[in-house]
């Protein structure tokens, strides 16, 4: 199984990026999948997840300005992000689990890309 994640990339703040995350090796079309960050220096945090069925959670400082969806033809997980802040600069991690439900622990997830870079600029 592999994760790829890409769109990552420096921004100003207040602009916006969509973030892919291209699996393969495994179709994940009825799994749990996430989107974690991490800052120099800080815990990986969720941002986002999505359940088998749809179901979405958000992080509270990421809540009205992100939006996390799957294409399950593409067996690609997305994340698009707008209004970016300063704060949100961190390497963006995409990760899937075998279970189904609606997860925010990393533990619960078993599969992870190797990260993407946002960066934004104030």
């Known amino acids: 199984v592999l994760l790829v994640e890409s769109g990552g990339g420096l921004v100003q703040a207040g602009g916006s990026l969509r973030l892919s995350c291209a699996a393969s090796?495994?179709?994940?079309?009825?799994?749990?999948m996430g989107w974690y960050r991490q800052a120099p220096g800080k815990a990986r945090e969720l941002v986002a997840a999505?359940?088998?069925?749809?179901?979405?959670r958000y992080e509270d400082s990421v809540k009205g300005r992100s939006t996390i969806l799957r294409d399950n033809a593409k067996n690609t997980l997305y994340l698009q992000m707008n209004s970016l802040k300063p704060e949100d600069t961190a390497t963006y991690y995409c990760?899937?689990?075998?279970?189904?439900?609606?997860?925010?622990?990393?533990?619960?997830?078993?599969?992870w890309g190797q990260g993407t870079q946002v960066t934004v600029s104030s």
């Open positions: 999505i359940s088998g069925r749809g179901d979405t």
């Open positions: 090796g495994s179709r994940f079309n009825s799994n749990a």
């Open positions: 990760a899937a689990s075998r279970l189904s439900g609606l997860y925010g622990f990393p533990s619960t997830y078993d599969y």
